[in-house]
């Protein structure tokens, strides 16, 4: 498989003979701040040896132009060694110098090296982000994650730019207009890992000291940077504050000293993920910079990534995936040490593990349930596969795999694995077996049949509670049935909850137990009175759907406000969103528990969970006829639990978005328009920035904003964000004219950086608008092979999953997804998956419909 597409048999045989010494890679972005400048110069020496003298290989590059190839100081012709995707060279010597001149193009798409020029003060900033192989977009390299080795970067750049990579440099030269940043080596990385951030960014100082075992004292010295612009905004203080208690925390669970010397957290514009690990040099999403209120979730959710990303210095790497199947040996265990870490470490965060059972396990349970999807240890055939593979799977079910490990093997053997596992393969690259072994040293236990049924196999499995009483209420039997595809072993809490003197629904018992096959008796619970509700997998130990016995359901649909208990009550909301999702429970009937008692829920996160699920419930899956009457339920109780939330609380601020969303009669509207205009007002509701964007999205939705009021709108919030907000609320208009300049922005032209796509793709496709997007179905489905081919493949996936008709649900658009399909076997099996998974998204909602119309 020639060509930009990397085999994974490629990649092991290129691996096979070669083993890379180091890099030294010089960028010369002076040219950065110009905008007509297309390319930076990059020039990359590489020393490398070869078991098998005489034998040819490649260095991947992704450049416009390259400028010298020069082998063991052979002049190479830089047109007949480099085809567009790779540098070839053969006759290799045992030990080989590499360079390779060439003129690489900054980015808009967040792939490579990123340019973007603030539009409050006109300064130019750069970052770099790779994964899974876009280093080749800056230096020429061998990108495969095995191939680790030590880089050191030289970087020139206008002289009052600031300039970071994963090394502390150790010289900075100025010339004229210009400074030279010469950055140490690292230790042996892999290149997706590798960074480079430019610009004249904020910077906030701090640093971790630590006294190790044997008495000598890690210093870390710390950093939080962003735009000048959002200096104003950036709370550093508390985002380092949760830094140092991340590395204390870290430090004390894996007994291995942060190996990578600084640790700065760059937050960059564009960015087309929350965040990424680059040792000593993360990036996040410049999004988690709050320029106006956002509720506690938000704080929490930052921290979360936070300390994800840190877990990643040790998963990830200090220990690296060998190839991209086992990339749940990183992602799995950061995604599990965000949540574990915010507990442990003592942050103010005590909720996080209500978090994940309610928005990360959503994740997993949808991408899970798709016809695509795999073991947590996948077949990733190629680098468009391992794309792909940045999934709910191989984040938050591997997550909640792991979860049910330390439940099943125990916290203290599974975190003295961990401790052998740095220690054996420091600065290494693993596979499944690696981690296995060494987790059955520590655990006593035999976990190749446990990684077999959770690890290898696809799928999740649901359990049922059954139960028998006799005449006087007292249980004879409860039963747990497993179903669903493999049958695995889980280790579950079983809960009987009943009301207290204050009509709560409290715990009133817990049976621990480890369910096995199609039926597991709870033998404990028999002989105890029936309570009013059975709740599996109470403490969410284990990964898998629930479901409820009748009395349990029919105690829900009278009183799931009522749980006590946080986690308790997030495992209900969530088992009955599952049940909608599968056609089990109509969809006017979850909406209904929603509008009942979303307004008692304590939890902001699930709140906000709810509000998303449940205008999801009125958009998607509930019956055409009374989809209008649900959508002014939904106005009518965002209004209603808006005036009635505390003044200046999250909860007033969600209800305040939420029906921003939801807003659709004269009585809704006119509130909205009134809170722009300050002639309307909720005590304690400021409506600041972020606010009255959503308030003019829900007008431009509905009609009801001009061009030259968003215009209006737009200079007085000239920003990145604002120019953002502005071009979504364009899309949003419910006119031909608006669904057809977003469509042919983002179809007809390639010229968008890739926060301006989404914002087009998200204002086109509001589910209200479905029949205006009607018509772009079957051109949808014409261009999908020429997007795959024209576009890199983070713009494609967001126009192939962004622009899929998903708010048709009917059985004509669910035809012409299959006839696509059927008529393309041969398209490119990642661009196959994300049809396929849309397409069943869409038969998801048609079987929902049904279930609601009865």
């Known amino acids: 498989m020639p060509g930009k597409n990397l085999s994974r048999d490629e990649a092991q045989q290129r691996a096979s003979i070669l083993t890379v010494d180091g890099y030294r890679v010089r960028l010369d972005v002076t040219s950065a701040p110009d905008p007509a400048a297309a390319t930076f110069r990059s020039t990359t020496t590489i020393a490398f040896r070869c078991a098998e003298p005489g034998a040819s290989t490649f260095v991947d590059l992704l450049a416009p132009a390259v400028r010298a190839v020069t082998l063991n100081g052979r002049a190479l012709d830089p047109a007949a060694a480099y085809d567009g995707a790779r540098v070839h060279v053969d006759a290799l010597a045992a030990e080989n110098v590499l360079t390779v001149e060439a003129d690489c193009a900054y980015s808009r798409t967040g792939e490579g090296l990123h340019r973007f020029t603030d539009p409050v003060d006109g300064e130019t900033y750069l970052y770099t982000h790779y994964e899974p192989a876009d280093a080749r977009r800056v230096f020429a390299t061998f990108e495969q994650p095995d191939l680790k080795a030590p880089f050191t970067f030289t970087v020139t750049a206008p002289a009052a730019w600031d300039v970071r990579s994963n090394a502390a440099h150790e010289q900075v030269t100025t010339e004229g207009a210009a400074r030279t940043w010469e950055f140490a080596p690292t230790r042996p990385i892999s290149s997706y890992l590798t960074a480079v951030v430019a610009g004249p960014y904020h910077v906030a100082r701090d640093h971790y000291s630590r006294t190790l075992d044997d008495g000598t004292v890690l210093d870390i010295p710390l950093s939080a940077m962003c735009r000048k612009s959002l200096a104003p905004y950036f709370d550093s203080d508390e985002i380092l504050g949760v830094t140092k208690l991340g590395l204390d925390f870290f430090h004390e669970q894996f007994a291995y000293p942060y190996p990578f010397g600084k640790y700065d957290q760059a937050f960059v514009p564009e960015y087309n993920i929350g965040a990424m690990e680059n040792p000593g040099c993360v990036t996040f999403r410049e999004e988690f910079v709050f320029r106006s209120k956002v509720t506690d979730a938000a704080y929490e959710g930052r921290a979360n990534v936070v300390l994800h990303e840190m877990a990643h210095m040790w998963f990830g790497d200090l220990v690296t995936m060998r190839w991209w199947d086992d990339l749940w040996l990183k992602e799995s265990f950061a995604d599990f040490m965000g949540s574990y870490g915010l507990v442990g470490a003592g942050t ?109 196999t696809a799928g999740v499995n649901t359990l049922t509670p059954q139960l028998t009483a006799d005449a006087e209420g007292r249980i004879t039997e409860l039963a747990v049935l497993q179903d669903g595809g493999v049958l695995r072993p889980h280790r579950i809490a079983v809960g009987l909850y009943d009301r207290d003197a204050d009509g709560a629904l409290v715990r009133t018992a817990r049976f621990e137990l480890d369910v096995t096959g199609a039926r597991t008796v709870v033998a404990e619970a028999a002989g105890r009175p029936r309570p009013a509700l059975v709740l599996l997998n109470d403490d969410d130990l284990t990964y898998c759907k629930v479901r409820f016995d009748e009395e349990s359901l029919q105690t829900l649909r009278g009183g799931l406000g ?179 300049a977003a469509w042919s922005a983002v179809v007809d032209s390639d010229e968008l950086p890739n926060a301006l796509v989404e914002a087009n793709i998200a204002g086109f496709a509001v589910p209200a608008h479905r029949d205006l997007t009607a018509l772009y179905a079957a051109p949808y489905f014409k261009l999908l092979e020429r997007v795959w081919a024209e576009r890199t493949i983070e713009i494609a996936m967001r126009i192939v999953g962004g622009f899929f008709p998903q708010a048709q649900v009917d059985e004509a658009t669910l035809a012409e997804a299959d006839g696509w399909l059927s008529g393309h076997p041969d398209a490119a099996p990642a661009l196959r998956r994300l049809v396929l998974e849309r397409r069943d998204d869409l038969a998801r909602a048609l079987r929902a419909q049904a279930c609601d119309r009865g």
């Open 348 to 456: 103010r965060y005590r909720s996080a593990w209500v978090t994940f059972a309610n928005q990360r396990k959503a994740w997993a349970y949808r991408q899970d349930q798709f016809p695509t999807t795999h073991p947590i240890t996948a077949d990733i055939r190629d680098l468009e596969d391992a794309k792909l593979n940045f999934d709910g799977i191989t984040y938050a079910k591997g997550a909640s795999v792991l979860k049910q490990l330390v439940a099943y093997a125990g916290a203290e053997a599974f975190f003295e694995g961990a401790r052998r596992y740095f220690q054996r393969h420091a600065f290494g690259n693993t596979e499944l077996a690696d981690l296995l072994d060494i987790l059955e040293e520590t655990s006593g236990r035999d976990l190749k049949a446990w990684a077999a049924a959770w690890l290898q």
């Open 562 to 740: 009522d749980i006590k208990d946080d986690l308790a009550r997030a495992l209900a909301w969530s088992a009955v969103w599952n049940l909608t999702r599968d056609a089990l429970m109509p969809a006017r009937d979850y909406v209904a528990l929603v509008l009942r008692f979303a307004g008692q829920e304590a939890n902001i996160g699930v709140l906000q969970s709810l509000h998303t699920q449940a205008k999801g419930a009125v958009d998607l899956y509930a019956d055409p006829a009374w989809r209008g009457e649900g959508g002014r339920l939904l106005a009518d109780g965002a209004l209603r639990e808006l005036r009635a939330a505390a003044p200046g609380s999250d909860h007033q601020l969600a209800w305040a978005r939420f029906l921003a969303q939801t807003a659709n009669g004269s009585e809704h509207l006119g509130l909205v328009r009134g809170l722009l205009a300050g002639t309307a007002r909720i005590d304690g509701l400021e409506v600041d920035q972020e606010l009255r964007w959503a308030l003019w999205l829900a007008l431009a939705a509905a009609g009801q904003a001009g061009e030259d009021e968003l215009a209006g709108e737009l200079a007085a919030d000239n920003t990145a964000s604002g120019r953002r907000q502005h071009t979504q609320c364009l899309a949003a208009r419910p006119t031909p004219e608006a669904k057809a």
